[in-house]
């Protein structure tokens, strides 16, 4: 199923590019089920501890979803890295694909487009739609680990995730 949402429309034409100089096709997307943004740089010490927690789900995610039509998940990073030696070294710890360093632009309106203010951000789309689910998936990876993706698609999670009221306080 390849989604009726553009994805170069938001992330430009421009491949993708992973880890080992791999390049991804931006519509390629169009082929899981949510798409997740991750507004993040190795600079930051928040970030350094979310993104190996991130890439264990991801990678069992990956690995339990290659049955599954469409996929279940993908992950895009986004850089707020200094220098293209910050980020190809954050890459190099990450097993999803990222905006191309040389493509400020395109970073700077995904952060305006989805008010990010704070780092590390995960916003979690609907690959299929290009609708907004949560602006707060670093909470929904908080709370339900490799079953986060799913839980991103289950309407009464997302009332919950996305209330400014605080649910979850013990």
Same mark, same amino acid.
Request: proline share 5%; charged share 25%.
């Given at each position: #199923? $390849?989604?009726? @949402? ?10 993708? #590019?992973?880890? +080992? +100089?791999?390049? /991804? ?11 997740? %943004? ?9 970030? &350094? ?16 979803? $290659?049955?599954? &039509? ?7 990073? #986004? ?5 293209? &030696? ?6 190099? /710890?990450?097993?999803?694909?990222? #905006? ?9 309106? %995904?952060?305006?487009? @989805? ?12 690959? /299929? ?18 079953? @986060? ?12 995730? +996305?209330?400014?009221?605080?649910? @979850?306080?013990?």
């Amino acid at each position: #199923v $390849m989604s009726s @949402f553009e994805w170069s429309s938001i992330l430009g034409k421009k491949n993708l #590019v992973l880890r +080992n +100089n791999v390049s /991804q096709r931006v519509d390629d997307l169009g082929f899981v089920k949510v798409v997740g %943004l991750y507004f993040s740089a190795h600079w930051c010490p928040p970030c &350094r501890s979310f993104t190996p927690k991130l890439a264990k789900f991801y990678e069992k995610i990956s690995k339990e979803g $290659m049955v599954e &039509r469409p996929m279940p998940l993908e992950i895009v990073f #986004v850089s707020s890295d200094r220098d293209k &030696r910050s980020f190809d070294k954050y890459l190099s /710890q990450m097993p999803w694909s990222a #905006v191309d360093f040389s493509a400020r632009d395109i970073k700077d309106k %995904l952060a305006a487009k @989805f008010g990010v203010r704070g780092i590390p951000c995960l916003v979690l789309l609907d690959a /299929q739609t290009g609708e907004l689910l949560t602006k707060n998936g670093r909470k929904l990876v908080t709370l339900y680990g490799s079953d @986060f993706a799913r839980k991103a698609l289950d309407k009464e999670v997302l009332k919950k995730v +996305n209330s400014p009221v605080n649910f @979850f306080t013990s």
